[in-house]
């Protein structure tokens, strides 16, 4: 059976008398080279970080598995965390041949990462992520899986996904980037997100409206930021780009209700910024300053 072959997938759907599903933002690759250039990069990048040792990813989504194959090709072990419970016996089918994966039926964003890591993998264990992300949710797993990293001190070496184009444009953005935003100050934070290739629609099953991007995010080994509150920083973060039009100043003084323009306007010129600078312009560590000096000021979230 081809994975990749329209016929053989339309048949296998219908052995299982499933399909694709619009609510869970599923497209299938039907081309051999995508779903072997992700694995190949996901396992790469995990092998330099980690070296000698076992290796073990987590594929979020894992379709009809398609890339799961490759996934099990390279790495000793794979955890695959599949929604659509129709989906299940159709992987168990598609994935008899490897004796390294494990798939589970469950909601990646209702998930522990530090009991999963633990209990899949062992304590300790260095792990990869690696997925063709659903559009709708992309944002959400991103972040889930960077702040579990640190907060549970989970180790995640790499993430490799695929996403929207003009998401992936805006994860790998720089300040002063006009497609900059609070996402990529925010995933600036815990790692750096590069882009690796473009995936056209045809490449598809059904084929989507838009070009798809495959990215990559190697989280910090510790966050190089000095912050006091790590929460006033994503508020700053999200007030400097609620209103882009606006400068910083008066975006945040829209954003604070209970600091004046005033004030803030003084935070931004002590710490030598112009006074009608964008936030756009601003990077991660830029934000933490500001995210400091309003700690100062005794402000609270």
Do not use: W
Request: proline content about 3%.
């Amino acid at each position: 059976m081809n994975l990749c072959n329209i016929s053989d997938v339309k048949r296998l759907l219908s052995e299982f008398n499933t399909g694709t599903k619009k609510g869970f933002g599923q497209n299938f690759l039907i081309n051999e080279e995508i779903p072997y250039k992700i694995a190949e990069e996901s396992y790469l990048c995990h092998i330099k970080k980690a070296g000698e040792g076992k290796s073990g990813v987590i594929e979020i989504g894992p379709g009809i598995g398609t890339l799961t194959c490759k996934l099990c090709e390279r790495y000793d072990k794979v955890v695959a965390v599949e929604i659509d419970k129709t989906l299940i016996p159709v992987l168990d089918k598609t994935l008899a041949e490897y004796d390294n994966k494990e798939i589970i039926n469950e909601d990646f964003l209702k998930l522990d990462l530090e009991k999963l890591v633990s209990e899949k993998f062992g304590d300790g264990a260095a792990v990869s992520v690696c997925a063709n992300l659903p559009y709708y949710i992309t944002t959400p797993i991103i972040m889930k899986i960077l702040e579990e990293s640190f907060a549970k001190k989970v180790r995640f070496l790499s993430v490799t996904v695929m996403v929207q184009k003009e998401v992936a444009e805006r994860l790998c953005a720089s300040a002063g980037d006009s497609e900059y935003g609070a996402i990529t100050a925010s995933l600036n934070y815990y790692g750096k997100a590069r882009k690796l290739f473009d995936v056209s629609p045809e490449n598809f099953m059904p084929s989507p409206k838009v070009t798809s991007s495959v990215i990559q995010i190697e989280p910090h080994e510790q966050i190089p930021y000095k912050v006091a509150n790590e929460k006033m920083l994503f508020e700053v973060i999200a007030g400097a780009f609620a209103q882009r039009r606006k400068t910083l100043v008066n975006s945040l003084s829209s954003y604070f209700k209970t600091v004046s323009k005033e004030e803030i306007a003084n935070i931004i010129t002590s710490l030598g910024y112009d006074i009608n600078i964008r936030g756009e312009k601003l990077g991660t560590e830029d934000f933490c300053r500001i995210a400091d000096e309003l700690a100062k000021k005794g402000m609270n979230i």
